[in-house]
């Protein structure tokens, strides 16, 4: 009987006994696992594999998307029934329209003016800017000048180009012109914003002041182009086309290019403080 309880006792020592070691070894098993999972959380993942190409950021908005601009080429190509009288705006009246000055060398000014206006329309309308322009083409006579005055209502802004022609080769520069005094609200302080915008532009681009027109603001009241209008309105003198440097550039595509981005950039300049 001792010995049935002696074996009875050895055996509950070695599973109390084998049972302890079973739990120590499960527990530094356990806890092997749990170093190595930790090592592995420390382990930098290695790049992901992709094949997709990288996401760009997208554009900022230009601020010209959704402005409606109208650009007036000065003058016109043809020139039949051109010296028709039309209002003035202010009670008197003047020619329908005329071909503009030139260059010395007969490089027109309704050429010029065309080239700037059509590379500038390409180039607002890049940025989502909706573009009219007052005649279709360089050759045939368009609306006369009241008339595109009163085009100028139900945009946000008008831009009419030109070139001056001023007989002395010395005198060079851009200037802008308004009308004085304001016959509508937009012809005020808005018309004379938009105009100090588009000088801007122009000064930054690398084109000279007006050396003959002082602040390179002209206030004037004979333009019908301008006395009609109903939204903010300026007229542009890029340059002078009897000076020999500026009718250079005025007479190239790349000179073009030049002026309607600057003209651009001022309205960019503008449209994004309005
Ligand atoms: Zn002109």
Request: aromatic residues 6%.
């Amino acid at each position: 009987m001792s010995r049935l309880l002696h074996l009875l006792v050895g055996f509950l020592a070695v599973a109390v006994v084998g049972g302890l070691l079973g739990w120590g070894a499960w527990g530094l098993c356990h806890q092997r696992d749990e170093a190595r999972q930790a090592r592995q959380a420390q382990t930098p993942l290695p790049p992901p594999i992709t094949t997709e190409t990288p996401i760009s950021q997208p554009e900022p908005a230009s601020p010209l998307r959704g402005v409606r601009i109208l650009l007036d080429p000065g003058h016109s190509g043809g020139l039949v029934g051109a010296t028709r009288q039309v209002p003035d705006g202010r009670g008197g009246f003047k020619d329908c329209n005329n071909s503009g000055t030139a260059s010395n060398a007969g490089f027109p000014e309704h050429t010029f003016n065309w080239e700037v206006a059509t590379r500038l329309k390409a180039l607002l309308e890049d940025e989502g800017a909706s573009v009219d322009l007052t005649r279709a083409d360089d050759v045939s006579m368009g609306p006369c000048v009241d008339e595109r005055g009163k085009m100028a209502s139900g945009y946000d802004a008008a831009v009419s180009i030109h070139a001056n022609g001023t007989p002395n080769p010395a005198v060079k520069g851009y200037f802008a012109l308004v009308s004085s005094p304001a016959l509508t609200p937009a012809q005020g302080e808005p018309s004379q914003t938009l105009a100090r915008h588009l000088l801007t532009g122009l000064g930054y681009a690398g084109f000279s002041p007006s050396t003959a027109v002082a602040g390179q603001i002209s206030y004037r009241a004979d333009l019908a182009g301008l006395n009609f209008a109903e939204c903010p309105t300026v007229m542009m003198e890029l340059g002078e086309m009897r000076n020999g440097e500026e009718a250079a550039l005025m007479q190239t595509p790349e000179g073009q290019q030049r002026y309607a981005e600057a003209l651009a950039d001022g309205l960019r300049r503008w449209a994004s403080e309005r």
